[in-house]
Nanobody
Framework: QVQLVESGGGLVQPGGSLRLSCAAS????????MGWYRQAPGKQRELVAR???????KYADSVKGRFTISRDNSKNTVYLQMNSLKPEDTAVYYC???????WGQGTQVTVSS
């Protein structure tokens, strides 16, 4: 059974940075793409960033220029570098794979002074 384990969440002040990691228990090249989603209280889960197996990326408009998704295939890990964090970035962040559709358990990110 494939597992995705997220880490790196926490409490940070506005303007700060965090790096999230998603470690897979299998070779991530088997997936068509991997991504990060987030869900804030009372809101629907939304795509934050996505990276294909060939390395192409896609970002939500709200995070463009602030967040960067990357992958290290040798470590079976996908990262989300988050800079210039804002209170509206507060949410539970989930790692996702495409083909098959799998989810991690989520990691809380709270941006507050």
């Amino acid at each position: 059974q494939v597992q995705l384990v997220e880490s790196g969440g926490g409490l940070v002040q506005p303007g700060g940075s965090l790096r999230l990691s998603c470690a897979a228990s299998t070779n991530i090249l088997r997936f068509g793409a991997m991504g990060w989603y987030r869900q804030a209280p009372g809101k629907q889960r939304e795509l934050v960033a996505r990276i294909a197996s060939v390395g192409s990326t896609k970002y939500a408009d709200s995070v463009k220029g602030r967040f960067t998704i990357s992958r290290d295939n040798s470590k079976n890990t996908v990262y989300l570098q988050m800079n210039s964090l804002k209170p509206e970035d507060t949410a539970v962040y989930y790692c996702n794979t495409e083909g098959p559709n799998l989810w991690g358990q989520g990691t809380q990110v709270t941006v507050s002074s």
